[in-house]
Structure formats: structure tokens, C-alpha cells
């Protein structure tokens, strides 16, 4: 039985559960309004809105500030995407919203809410102090992105996300917003609730140790992609994610195959996108020893120009196109994903010395002019990326990294989940009540969506969950008691698992790999119903022997990683049954995954041989979202038709009526 001994503030209690061998465990309780769990661009901004709009009570829980994707991560030209504002550029939100749902696989009300409130999430930033340029006259200007027919897209530089996060820092501590770091969540809590669940709070583990129970009206879930899934990952090293947490709490998912990969730097992980690919390094790979050196790309195309120019293209043709794969630039993924995941080899980007038989005359028309016009007709690429992005040198640099001096170790890398948690267009959960996805663990996007958008999609999510939380759910009606029964069962389950870790014989270490090389082989770009076949059943083994078995650890630090592999398992199995269910569907390659076929299908390469046939898209599954329900351990999934753009009252009496009278919070 739990006990429960409040404090005179009324906020603070304390929860003992009594263990079969007679021993007590123990985790204080907070009651807080409404917990922010994560602290990235989203997170921040959720936790900043709720306060604006008078919901103070507000925890916001993190493994560090200055940890997850948003403050870590980055690109050449890290975007963000809005509506146009700025020169006869004519935009307006439906517009926007039809080029979202164009990419297919990604419900209207979402697209529309997204670029309605692109403005406000964008003003908002600027006016907490983030340095998007302005011209003299207060117009944001803009540039064009990938998936996008406007110049939508913004950018302060590499560290777009890490000046958002900076800002909202700031502000976070202008308005002494609660913020408790090295906390890392192991359970989230749920009550029944009108024949359904609810979110009511989390179970987490401090820096020493100790438990910590919070309870709460209402839960923003803003821990970001799933990162720690898969051994070659651009996500930074510091961040792992947790989608596996509301997952295991039976959280409805949608779209989860939907992830995008692209080329990256290893040591540290960082995208070689744009310049970094412009200037058109040596492709080489050795043996796993550094030795037997080799340009391995020259064998697939018809001359040095035609390979150089398919390497410039990828500096924004970004990120890996099943499109572009027979005679494209995304042949070059598929080459370095040979040579690494296949052979067993490793690939570098080598800046020193040109490729062999380099000639910018035999550039196609568009390297070449974008060469020259860049004032780059310079030899070896380390010069041209001088002249060009003489940054791009220095963030290497800044990372003990010389690319003038040493070759760049690079893999395919996962890079950002489209899909995630399924959410309505208030960003609550779709089955799960007051629990808020924000962020990139929130599925909104579809296949192909424009560049930049998943940071306008975090901001703007965010500030749509603080206000219906303001207008629907500012009130306390969870039963306080309820919670603790949550809280003493979470409790339970979480030391039953630590004590099987006691015993294991599978470190915590070794658990992490087999997932997360599982992950990249079978459930990353290049993807077999038989590979996810045989995956499926090898994690759905190693969920089994994890849940009953554990791993072993040693310390708090590794026991919080011991605890964080039960919900990267889990997620690891959720995804991959999403996966096969999705392949065996017919959909075929589509985003950033080439599906291997056995029978018809498009040849990437006559070198390559029958085994690299692909399956060509039906693009009649865009017309239709995957959706994965989670009961237990048992996975399912099935395809429902996509929402479609909604059409809205626009008259201005009627539409001010219904927002006065808060009809814009009723469910639609």
C-alpha cells in the first residue's frame, strides 16, 4: 500500500510502496498544474505561453538545458519556415497549408493550423530578441526551401534552434518559470478517465538517484526525435528522445516510417548538407583500420564531371530521395551505405586534394555556374569552401575538427522523425486527454514537407496547447488519489526492473547497440519486408528479455541508462512493426526510404546488381496517414484517409462571435 504524507503548502507529499521482502521505497510528490517534460525550442516556448496566459504553475523537467537536438544541432543554413512576409510575395495560411498536405500523408487541419500560426510563433520570436534579418523597412525576407514554391524560409545562421532556445531561456527566467534539470522521466502517468485514459503526471529520476512522483492537471510532452534508436544518428550524442515513455502509456502514433536521412559527420555529428557537398570533396573509403584507401564512387557514373556533379547536388537536394536514386544525387547515399553498412568499411569526405580527373569544365551547366558565380573556380575543395562558407571550416574547428589538414569520417545518418505521437489540431493526444506532443515527437508532418517546417511546427504546436490549456483545462479535476495508485504502480514496475538488472548478464551498453544497429540496418532508408521481418521478430526477443531480465549497470548515471533502454526497446519494436506493416502495405519508396524489391521495380545502378531493385511509389497512400495503436505489447496498424483542409468561416461577425464564446476550443 502507498502512504500519502502531505506538507502544510499542500504541494509537496511523499508516496512509500512496501516490497514483498518487506523493504520501502520511497519518491517525493509535487503537484504542479501543468509539466513541461523536455526542454527544446518547443518545450521552452509551451512553458513561456502557459505563463503569458496566466497558468503559472507550471515544472518544466530536463536533462540539462543545454542537452536535446534544439540547442545542439544545427545545419548550413539552419532554416526556419513561415509565411511570406516580405516583398509582393502573395501568401496567405490556406495557400501555405496546400503546400504542407502536397506532400502528402499529413492531415489538413494540421497543415492549416501550422501556417496560420506561423506569424505569431514567428513574431514571437522575434520579439524575445532571435536576430532573424530584417530590411529597412521591417519586412522579413525570405528564400525558397525544399518542398516550397515561395521564399517562406528564414535563417540566423547554423544555430537557428540554439538562438530560439537562448531566447526562451531568457524569458523563462524573466518570468521564474520552474525549471529542474538532471531529471530524467521513466514512466509517464495515466488515470481512466470516461472510459478512456488521461495523462496525470510522470515518475522521474533525479542526478542522485532519487525518485521524484509528479502529479499534475496537465502533461506538455516535448522530448523531441527519436534519436537514441539507431547507431549512425546526426541527432547530438546528448539527446536520445522518448517517445517509447508514451508508447508504453498507450499513446496513439501516426506515421512513424516517415523519418528523413541524409549524409553526416560521425565524430561530431553534424550534417554535411549544403556547402559542405557544393564544393565537391574526394569521396574515399578504407578499411575499418584507416588503410586501403580508395575513390569509390568513380565506378557508377559515366565520367568524373557527371560524379561531381551529382555530389554538388547534394548540397540541396537534401536529405537521401528514393527520386533521385537511379542516375541521381541520392545515388551517393546509397554508394557510402554499401561501403560502410555492407562492406564494412568507412567513408570520409576528403577536402585536400580534388577528385581525380577534376575539371570544372566538365561540370553539368548548374555546378558550374553556381561555381562561378560564387567566385569559387579555385583547385581543391577546402579553397572553394574558403571562399564560399568559410564558417563551415570554423564549426569544425570549433569541435577540435581541421577538415584543412584531415578527412571527414561520414555515414548515413538518421536525421529527423516526420511522423510521431498523433495528435489533434490543439496538439492534445488523440487518445490519450491532457497529454500535449510538441515538438518533433509530435507526428504532424507528412512525406515530403518543406524545409524548415518542424521548427515553425514545434512553435507553433506549443503556443496552440497553452492556449487551449488556458481556455479548456485551467482548472484541477484529476483525483489526486488516483494519481498516487498511478504513481505506486509506475514506482513498482520501475524496481522490479532494476532488480532483474541486478542479476543480467546484458550490460546496459550492449543492450543499447543491438537496438540501435537493428534500427539502422533494417529501419532506416533502405528498408526489405524480409530485413523487417527478421528485425521485427529479433526486437520483439530482445523486448521480451529486457522487460524480464533487465541490464546490467553500475552507478546512477548508467542505472538512468539502464531505465532509459526500456522505453528506447519498446519504441525500437513499436517503429519497426510500423514499418513492416507499411512496406507489406505496397507503399513503396517514398520520403527519404528505398524499399528493395525482388520482382519489377526501378534499378538504381546496372553495377549494383538485381538485389538493388527498388519498388517506385503508389502515390495513392498519400491520400492516407498510418496510424499505430499501442495495447500492451501489442502493436497494430492500419490506414485511415487524411483529414481534409478545412473550410472555415471567414465572415468577421460570425468568427468573432465563436471566439468570444471560446467555440474555437470545442472539438472539431
Not at 517562406?152 to 524573466?174: D, H, K, N, Q
Not at 524489391?597 to 502515390?619: I, N
Amino acid at each position: 500500500m502507498a502512504k500519502d504524507s502531505k506538507k502544510k503548502n499542500g504541494k509537496k507529499s511523499k508516496i512509500e510502496v512496501a516490497r514483498a521482502d518487506g523493504q520501502t521505497i520511497s519518491a517525493s510528490v509535487t503537484w504542479v498544474h501543468t509539466l513541461v517534460i523536455g526542454s527544446g525550442a518547443a518545450g521552452l516556448n509551451a512553458a513561456v505561453q502557459l505563463h503569458n496566459q496566466g497558468i503559472e504553475d507550471v515544472v518544466v523537467l530536463t536533462e540539462g538545458l543545454r542537452m536535446g537536438t534544439s540547442i545542439n544541432t544545427g545545419s548550413d543554413k539552419q532554416t526556419y519556415y513561415k509565411l511570406s512576409l516580405c516583398g509582393e510575395d502573395a501568401d496567405a495560411p490556406r495557400i501555405m497549408a496546400e503546400n504542407y498536405f502536397a506532400g502528402g500523408s499529413m492531415h489538413g487541419d494540421l497543415a492549416l493550423a501550422e501556417a496560420s500560426g506561423s506569424v505569431r510563433g514567428f513574431l514571437n520570436l522575434v520579439g524575445l530578441g532571435v536576430p532573424f534579418p530584417m530590411d529597412a523597412y521591417g519586412q522579413a525576407m525570405g528564400y525558397k526551401t525544399d518542398h516550397d514554391p515561395r521564399q517562406r524560409a528564414t535563417s540566423v545562421g547554423p544555430y537557428t534552434s540554439r538562438e530560439m532556445c537562448l531566447a526562451l531561456i531568457r524569458e523563462a527566467g524573466r518570468r521564474d518559470i520552474k525549471i529542474k534539470e538532471k531529471r530524467n522521466v521513466v514512466s509517464l502517468l495515466t488515470v481512466d478517465e470516461d472510459g478512456g485514459k488521461r495523462a496525470a503526471g510522470a515518475l522521474a529520476v533525479d542526478g542522485k538517484g532519487r525518485f521524484e512522483v509528479y502529479g499534475a492537471e496537465n502533461v506538455i510532452f516535448a522530448v523531441g526525435g527519436p534519436g537514441g534508436l539507431y547507431k549512425t544518428s546526426v541527432y547530438p550524442a546528448v539527446h536520445t528522445g522518448a517517445i517509447g515513455l508514451a508508447l508504453m502509456a498507450g499513446a496513439k502514433a501516426q506515421g512513424l516510417p516517415e523519418s528523413q536521412y541524409g549524409m553526416a559527420s560521425v565524430k561530431f555529428r553534424w550534417n554535411v548538407s549544403g556547402t559542405y557537398m557544393q564544393v565537391m570533396p574526394r569521396f574515399i573509403s578504407t578499411d575499418a583500420d584507416g588503410k586501403d584507401e580508395r575513390e569509390f564512387l568513380r565506378p557508377y557514373f559515366k565520367t568524373p564531371g557527371e560524379m561531381n556533379s551529382r555530389v554538388f547536388l547534394k548540397g540541396y537536394q537534401w536529405p537521401f530521395d528514393p527520386r533521385k536514386a537511379a542516375g541521381g544525387s541520392s545515388l551517393v547515399d546509397i554508394l557510402v551505405y554499401i561501403e560502410t553498412v555492407i562492406k564494412g568499411r568507412r567513408v570520409y569526405l576528403d577536402y585536400r586534394t580534388d577528385p581525380d580527373d577534376f575539371s570544372f569544365d566538365a561540370l553539368d551547366e548548374e555546378a558550374r555556374g553556381y561555381i562561378e558565380n560564387s567566385k569559387a573556380l579555385v583547385a581543391t575543395p577546402i579553397k572553394r569552401l574558403e571562399t564560399m562558407n568559410p564558417g563551415a571550416i570554423q564549426l569544425y574547428l570549433d569541435h577540435n575538427i581541421d577538415i584543412r589538414r584531415d578527412p571527414l569520417e561520414i555515414a548515413v545518418c538518421a536525421q529527423h522523425n516526420n511522423g510521431g505521437l498523433a495528435a489533434n489540431p490543439w496538439w492534445e493526444s488523440a487518445n490519450v486527454t491532457h497529454l500535449f506532443p510538441v515538438g518533433e515527437v509530435n507526428g504532424s508532418h507528412g512525406v515530403y514537407r518543406p524545409g524548415g517546417s518542424a521548427l515553425n511546427a514545434g512553435q507553433v504546436g506549443s503556443l496552440r496547447a497553452a492556449d487551449y490549456i488556458a481556455h479548456r483545462y485551467a482548472g484541477w479535476t484529476v483525483e489526486r488519489k488516483d494519481v498516487r495508485v498511478a504513481a505506486e504502480s509506475a514506482l513498482t514496475g520501475v524496481f522490479a526492473y532494476l532488480d532483474n538488472c541486478a542479476t543480467s548478464r546484458v550490460s546496459w551498453k550492449a543492450a543499447r547497440t543491438e537496438l540501435q544497429t537493428r534500427m539502422s540496418e533494417a529501419g532506416a532508408h533502405i528498408r526489405s519486408l524480409d530485413a523487417l521481418g527478421t528485425a521485427v521478430e529479433a526486437a520483439r526477443a530482445q523486448w521480451t528479455q529486457l522487460a524480464a531480465g533487465g541490464c546490467s549497470y553500475q552507478g546512477v548515471g548508467s542505472m538512468v541508462e539502464a531505465l532509459r533502454n526500456r522505453h528506447l526497446c519498446f519504441a525500437h519494436m513499436v517503429y519497426l512493426e510500423a514499418l513492416r506493416f507499411q512496406v507489406a502495405s505496397g507503399v513503396g519508396s517514398r520520403g527519404s526510404a528505398l524499399v528493395l524489391t525482388e520482382k519489377g521495380g526501378v534499378q538504381a545502378h546496372e553495377a549494383l546488381g538485381p538485389e538493388w531493385r527498388f519498388a517506385p511509389e503508389d502515390e495513392s497512400f498519400r491520400e492516407q496517414v498510418l496510424e499505430t495503436d499501442v495495447d500492451g505489447e501489442r502493436v497494430s496498424s492500419r490506414w485511415v484517409p487524411r483529414r481534409p483542409i478545412p473550410e472555415t468561416d471567414l465572415w468577421f461577425e460570425t468568427a468573432w462571435a465563436a471566439y468570444r464564446d471560446g467555440k474555437i476550443y470545442e472539438n472539431q
